[in-house]
């Protein structure tokens, strides 16, 4: 199966997204990378002026989209990624993806994950606390 795993890649260590990829491949799937972080513009400078944050994270979901539309992955496992926007992930759920988000860093960005979820077929959480409060909002495929 192709898979799309979108997370931080970090150059200098390994960490959760390299082994998550490292174990997919070792089962036999195709795996293609995008870094949700890979900004064009530094932090330092999206956070002084929002309209280069508007900017570059637009540019950074169309990356996204074309990555989807080019590779047509069957699955889109994001870890995290606040950065993707709905649109973007209905955009690759329309071009036939299933999308999952592992959402193993709670409570890191709890709040835009909530309000993001129900852009995913399935929302995974790293505690039944968490998962909890996704059910009470009503995110039906949160676990």
């Known amino acids: 199966m192709r898979i799309l795993l979108s997370a931080q890649f970090n150059p200098r260590f390994e960490a959760l997204p390299d082994y998550l990829a490292a174990a997919l491949r070792r089962l036999g799937h195709e795996v293609d990378l995008f870094d949700h972080r890979r900004f064009c513009v530094p932090g ?76 995913y077929d399935a929302f995974l959480l790293g505690s039944s606390y968490a998962a909890r409060r996704h059910h009470d909002a009503g995110h039906r495929h949160a676990a």
């Open 44 to 119: 330092r400078l999206r956070s002084r002026w929002p309209v280069l944050q508007r900017l570059d994270r637009r540019a950074l979901n169309a990356r996204f989209v074309a990555l989807v539309r080019r590779r047509r992955p069957r699955l889109v496992i994001v870890n995290q990624g606040m950065a993707l926007e709905r649109s973007a992930l209905e955009a690759a759920r329309a071009l036939g993806a299933r999308c999952v988000n592992w959402f193993s860093d709670y409570p890191a960005e709890f709040e835009a994950g909530l309000a993001v979820a129900t852009a």
